[in-house]
């Protein structure tokens, strides 16, 4: 059976993070191994909530995970981080001990959405993001995060530019990340919401954006649920990317449509669990059928 160990907090409430990620990683046939970076009582879009980070000496002690593993992980999905020390001690201590030879690293830098970093965040946690996705296998910020990150473009600007030159800045924005793979989130251009990414970093003809019809409203988690689902599918389809990215980005899409679609901002994440059972094995047909309806 894949593994995955999953480095990210997790709330009572709202489907986002780790909460999104297991039962998803489940699905699909995939064994996860939860290591929780914070504890909510519900994720922080909420009015009303209460954390606390679990702390450095305990992702120090999330090494002692592979003294228990019979083989090396598959899969590390490492999300979000309450704070400088504990995104450090992932990076000397947690991720280290737990990378094999052959383990693959997915970093979810969150960091920021609409242009700006989130508050919770400053400089030197950002510059400790930064040497993390240097890390990676796979990075997949949003267009806010890849701007932050790489420097290519200010997101101010990137909003001033026309499609074509948002396209050039992303696919550059792409390159930057190199030698990750990047895949970039949430490019918004009319009544369409995209991800962008390249097939083969080496070739510039394999630049691909996907596209999808937005849904109203705005909901938190998503990012953590095309994580999840790109992770499924890479196993799913001995490693397909293009493909896996498609079917992550259906999914998401395929879950919002399920909502009830008010214009709104909605806490509570993302109601996928409904669409849970396109994940798992021998139901393709039944998403086939989905796709024509």
Same mark, same amino acid.
């Given at each position: 059976?894949?593994?995955?160990?999953?480095?990210?907090?997790?709330?009572?409430?709202?489907?986002?993070?780790?909460?999104?990620?297991?039962?998803?990683?489940?699905?699909?046939?995939?064994?996860?191994?939860?290591?929780?970076?914070?504890?909510?009582?519900?994720?922080?879009?909420?009015?009303?909530?209460?954390?606390?980070?679990?702390?450095?000496?305990?992702?120090?002690?999330?090494?002692?995970?592979?003294?228990?593993? *019979? @083989?090396?992980? #598959?899969?590390?999905?490492?999300?979000? =981080?309450? !704070?400088? +020390?504990?995104?450090?001690?992932?990076? $000397?201590?947690?991720?280290?001990?737990?990378?094999?030879?052959?383990?693959?690293?997915?970093?979810? *830098? @969150?960091?920021? #959405?609409?242009?700006?970093?989130?508050? =919770?965040? !400053?400089? +030197?946690?950002?510059?400790?993001?930064? $040497?993390?996705?240097k890390k990676a296998d796979y990075v997949l910020p949003n267009v806010t995060e890849a701007c932050l990150l790489t420097g290519v473009v200010e997101y101010k600007d990137f909003l001033k530019a026309d499609e074509r030159g948002q396209w050039d800045y992303l696919a550059e924005m792409c390159r930057a990340f190199a030698p990750a793979t990047a895949i970039i989130t949430g490019w918004r251009v009319n009544d369409l919401v995209s991800i962008c990414l390249y097939e083969d970093i080496?070739?510039?003809?394999?630049?691909?954006?996907?596209?999808?019809?937005?849904?109203?409203?705005?909901?938190?988690?998503?990012?953590?649920?095309?994580?999840?689902?790109?992770?499924?599918?890479?196993?799913?389809?001995?490693?397909?990317?293009?493909?896996?990215?498609?079917?992550?980005?259906?999914?998401?899409?395929?879950?919002?449509?399920?909502?009830?679609?008010?214009?709104?901002?909605?806490?509570?994440?993302?109601?996928?669990?409904?669409?849970?059972?396109?994940?798992?094995?021998?139901?393709?047909?039944?998403?086939?059928?989905?796709?024509?309806?």
């Amino acid at each position: 059976m894949p593994t995955c160990a999953v480095i990210q907090d997790i709330s009572a409430l709202g489907h986002c993070s780790m909460a999104a990620a297991l039962p998803v990683l489940a699905a699909g046939g995939i064994s996860a191994i939860p290591i929780p970076t914070a504890v909510y009582t519900a994720q922080t879009g909420y009015d009303n909530y209460y954390g606390v980070p679990v702390g450095a000496e305990f992702l120090k002690k999330a090494a002692d995970i592979r003294k228990n593993l *019979p @083989v090396d992980l #598959d899969t590390i999905l490492i999300g979000f =981080c309450p !704070d400088t +020390e504990s995104l450090r001690a992932i990076m $000397e201590y947690t991720l280290p001990a737990l990378k094999g030879e052959e383990t693959f690293v997915f970093v979810d *830098p @969150v960091l920021g #959405d609409d242009g700006e970093r989130y508050k =919770c965040f !400053d400089e +030197e946690y950002e510059n400790t993001l930064r $040497e993390l996705v240097k890390k990676a296998d796979y990075v997949l910020p949003n267009v806010t995060e890849a701007c932050l990150l790489t420097g290519v473009v200010e997101y101010k600007d990137f909003l001033k530019a026309d499609e074509r030159g948002q396209w050039d800045y992303l696919a550059e924005m792409c390159r930057a990340f190199a030698p990750a793979t990047a895949i970039i989130t949430g490019w918004r251009v009319n009544d369409l919401v995209s991800i962008c990414l390249y097939e083969d970093i080496d070739d510039p003809e394999s630049f691909s954006v996907l596209a999808l019809p937005r849904c109203p409203g705005s909901y938190s988690g998503t990012g953590d649920l095309f994580a999840a689902v790109l992770i499924e599918e890479m196993f799913a389809t001995a490693g397909d990317l293009l493909k896996s990215a498609d079917k992550a980005a259906r999914f998401v899409f395929w879950s919002l449509s399920m909502t009830d679609a008010e214009d709104r901002y909605h806490p509570e994440g993302t109601p996928f669990h409904y669409a849970l059972r396109y994940l798992v094995p021998g139901n393709e047909d039944e998403e086939e059928e989905e796709d024509t309806d």
